[in-house]
């Protein structure tokens, strides 16, 4: 049972940064790929980034290119979202995702499905 626990969530100000963590097993998995979404409120849920183990590819919105890097800790089973140059418009829950299969992590981002979830971590960018 794929399992994933998310922290790192917070508030902050526009302009500031945030690591979000993801706890996961299966982690060293190389048909493996995991990904960072988020919801707002009233919102559609978003791919913000993924990775896929199969092909070492990582993929990111446009709304985050260049702001946000998604990492990984092999020894810590961990994936990470650094934030940095946070906006208001970032405010959102932020899941971790995984599933198992052999895409790139543009085609598991944009295209779905991920069959396992984390709990989610809020995020807030206010000023």
């Known amino acids: 049972q794929v399992q994933l626990v998310e922290s790192g969530g917070g508030s902050v100000r526009p302009g500031g940064s945030l690591t979000l963590s993801c706890v996961t097993s299966?982690?060293?998995?190389?048909?493996?790929?995991l990904g960072w979404f988020r919801q707002a409120p009233g919102m559609e849920r978003e791919g913000v980034s993924c990775?896929?183990?199969?092909?070492?590819?990582?993929y990111y919105a446009n709304s985050v290119k260049g702001r946000f890097t998604i990492s990984r800790d092999n020894a810590k089973n961990t994936v990470y979202l650094q934030m940095n140059n946070l906006k208001p418009e970032d405010t959102a829950t932020y899941y971790c995702?995984?599933?198992?299969?052999?895409?790139?992590?543009?085609?598991?981002?944009?295209?779905?499905?991920?069959?396992?979830w984390g709990r989610g971590t809020q995020v807030t960018v206010s000023s």
């Open positions: 990775w896929s183990n199969n092909d070492q590819s990582t």
């Open positions: 299966e982690f060293t998995r190389d048909d493996y790929q």
């Open positions: 995702a995984a599933e198992i299969g052999r895409r790139t992590a543009q085609s598991i981002c944009t295209l779905g499905p991920f069959g396992y």
